[in-house]
């Protein structure tokens, strides 16, 4: 099978100064040949076939970002071999920007002071869209949402979900091979999560773009992805499909309580194959006085945890 | 792959500076306003020029008409820094932000693409100045006029302006390895005011400094020198051109080595 994604042992090594604290401290950094190697990304392997929606999962620091920066050819790797659609993204950056569309959520790759329109025409003369190709991809877009209130909006003026569903529609605009969606629901709300999750969804179906999601949010990669890969501390934890990943905590919920108002919240993990979520609030309640409560899905953490107490393989 | 040669770049800038004035009179007041600064800015600056020289009719041999030329001259010169490349002021705060890495993701030249951004409509004021402060002074020193002279007027012009962007873009690149503070770009501005002196007047150690380290004296005095001392024209000025294209060049790949060493601060 043809593989659209290949790395091969990829490592990202930082070096950051060892700070001392305090003003005498800050004065010896200057001097200071002190370093420090951090390893973002720590020997890590997949392969990606066309079409498929891939989510990389991890909690924030765990180096999804210096993954998806490596794909995209903004950073090289320290170590190991990376190809997208062919090509080498580090050694031929334009050549792997024509092929591929980024999103980083809340930070906008359009024209600031522009109309969402004229941040179009501005993309279909730099990626050479051909005047038929850019007419179908308008049609689809409309055909999914409403581009009325978005189009003749300067980008400065838009709520944060406008502009990442922008930023999205930017992304897909010259029907790149490779969509990467860096944290895209970051910040949004429930309703704007969803649409955003459709919005994916249907362009992955009517394009076959592959699609690599980076999340902390386990119900994203829930939503929208066929894969999960786990990463940690820059380390590759598991690689499966989302079913065998589900198999083991679909079953788990985080239940939040509130004591009293103006406390942290308090989380509870409930396996519901052992235990209803009823049944551990009643427990709860017959102890202490509850104010509040949620019911959420497992937590990344929570899942990463897991797998390091052997709670399941790969 | 598609190839994007020149007419490719022209022809986005183009579209994108088009757009940023529509967009820019949509802010009207802003708009205004900071016209309105940068006349006054100019102004309150010839007027400390012209005070001094009602107490000094010359400096070190050169007249009060002649010190108006280099004047005129540096500011005309000052005009495409001031229109094309002022986004490089903008270029700390985006790489300490991490919003630079928006300009490495698309197919097209990074410096090209980050320096397209703005078109500051502000310049041809410095331009509107310098003409009429030049064409005064031009005909107060009863210098000929030929074609020729325009033509070596409009070339040590360019190259000029080529000095005074190199040194800006030199500045700029300083905080792709800094990350923090613009206090290279500050210290750069600082010294553009001494490039409307002749390094006549300057020490020894400050001659050096300006022609060879920060090569202001290559933005008005050594062009000028055609006009103003015809007779007795140093090699440099010759090579001004030359070494105005070499000198760009250069910070063109100190910016570009900057923008590849930058490695996306934060997630």
């Keep these: 099978m043809k593989k659209i994604i290949t790395l091969k042992n990829v490592s990202k090594e930082y070096k950051t100064l ?48 210096t993954a ?100 999205i529609l930017a992304s897909f605009l010259h029907n790149p091979k490779v969509v990467f969606l860096d944290e895209p629901t970051i910040g949004l709300d429930v309703s704007v999560k969803s649409k955003i999750r459709e919005l994916i969804l249907e362009l992955n179906k009517n394009k076959n773009t592959t699609i690599i999601l980076t999340t902390h949010d386990i119900s994203d990669i829930d939503a929208l992805c066929e894969r999960a890969i786990i990463i940690d501390k820059g380390n590759k934890l598991y690689d499966n499909s989302l079913e065998n990943l589900k198999k083991f905590f679909g079953s788990y919920r985080t239940l939040k309580v509130l004591f009293k108002k103006n406390e942290e919240w308090v989380d509870y993990l409930v396996n519901e194959d052992e235990q209803s979520v009823m049944q551990k609030l009643n427990e709860i309640a017959a102890q202490k006085k509850i104010v509040d409560i949620k019911i959420e899905e497992i937590s990344t953490e929570d899942v990463i945890k897991k797998i390091y107490d052997g709670g399941i393989n790969d | ?103 490495c993701l698309r197919p097209i030249n990074i410096f090209f693409y980050f320096i397209s951004e703005i078109f500051d409509l502000k310049g041809l004021g410095l331009l509107t100045a310098g003409i009429a402060i030049l064409a005064y002074s031009w005909v107060q020193l009863e210098i000929a006029f030929s074609f020729l002279i325009l033509l070596i007027l409009i070339v040590n012009l360019f190259a000029a302006s080529l000095f005074l962007i190199g040194i800006m873009n030199i500045a700029a690149a300083v905080c792709f390895w800094t990350v923090t503070g613009e206090i290279a770009m500050v210290f750069a501005q600082q010294f553009q005011g001494y490039a409307r002196y002749p390094i006549a007047i300057f020490n020894r150690v400050l001659r050096f400094l300006f022609t060879f380290i920060i090569p202001i004296a290559f933005v008005s005095y050594y062009p000028s020198l055609v006009f103003l001392r015809p007779d007795n024209i140093p090699l440099l000025t010759w090579l001004s051109p030359l070494i105005g294209v070499l000198f760009f060049m250069l910070s063109y790949f100190i910016w570009m080595k900057g923008a590849k060493n930058y490695n996306g601060t934060g997630s």
Excluded at chain 2, 24 to 43: P, V
Excluded at chain 2, 67 to 76: A, K
């Design chain 1, 18 to 65: 060892n700070r001392r604290e305090g003003l005498r401290g800050s004065f010896l950094d200057l001097f200071s040949r002190n370093y420090k190697i951090i390893n973002a990304v720590n020997d890590i392997s997949f392969e990606i076939k066309p079409g498929e929606k891939v989510g990389l999962l991890g909690p924030n620091g765990a180096g999804k970002s």
């Design chain 1, 68 to 167: 998806i920066k490596m794909m995209s050819g903004v950073l090289k790797p320290t170590g190991g071999e990376i190809f997208v659609n062919g090509v080498i993204p580090y050694e031929n950056r334009t050549k792997n920007a024509e092929n591929i569309g980024v999103v980083f959520g809340q930070r906008t790759q359009l024209w600031w002071a522009l109309p969402l329109i004229e941040s179009f025409k501005l993309l279909k003369d730099i990626y050479m869209i051909k005047n038929a190709d850019y007419d179908n991809m308008m049609e689809l877009y409309k055909s999914i949402i409403d581009l009325g209130p978005l189009l003749n909006k300067p980008v400065r003026q838009m709520s944060l979900g406008q502009r990442t569903l922008s930023d």
């Design chain 2, 1 to 103: 792959m598609h190839k994007r040669g020149l007419l490719f770049y022209v022809k986005i800038y183009l579209k994108i500076i088009k757009q940023d004035i529509k967009s820019k009179m949509t802010y009207r007041a802003d708009f205004i306003i900071s016209n309105f600064g940068m006349i006054i800015q100019q102004a309150a600056g010839f007027i400390t020029f012209w005070l001094i020289f009602q107490n000094f009719p010359s400096v070190a041999g050169w007249k009060y008409e002649e010190m108006l030329f280099f004047y005129g001259f540096s500011l005309i010169a000052l005009t495409p820094m001031q229109c094309f490349f002022d986004n490089n002021w903008f270029l700390q705060q985006k790489v300490y932000s991490g919003d630079f890495i928006k300009y």
